[in-house]
């Protein structure tokens, strides 16, 4: 896993400031690695071996998964001074 993902190497921009986030980063990379990339070992995915789908999976499906957040209002704007 560590390989596949630049977030557990803090030499990068791309690594997780929030554990929430990085949570959240873990969670996406298990979906993929199990449901989208095929194996060369298997030569299917890993939940089609364990016949929990039966087709591959897009990105485009792991999207579909995510629920849409209602956009609520959005708080005041508070205006910066600036030096005159």
Do not use: W
């Not at 298997?42 to 499906?61: H, N, Q, V, W, Y």
């Not at 609520?72 to 704007?77: D, E, F, N, P």
Request: proline share 2%; aromatic share 10%.
């Amino acid at each position: 896993m560590r390989m596949h993902m630049r977030r557990f190497t803090r030499l990068t921009n791309g690594f997780s400031k929030k554990v929430e986030n990085h949570s959240y980063a873990i969670a996406l990379h298990f979906v993929y690695y199990n449901f989208v990339k095929q194996h060369k070992t298997l030569r299917t995915t890993p939940a089609m071996a364990a016949g929990l789908c039966k087709s591959f999976m897009s990105i485009e499906d792991i999207v579909n998964l995510v629920p849409e957040k209602k956009q609520g209002k959005r708080g005041s704007y508070k205006k910066t001074q600036t030096a005159e």
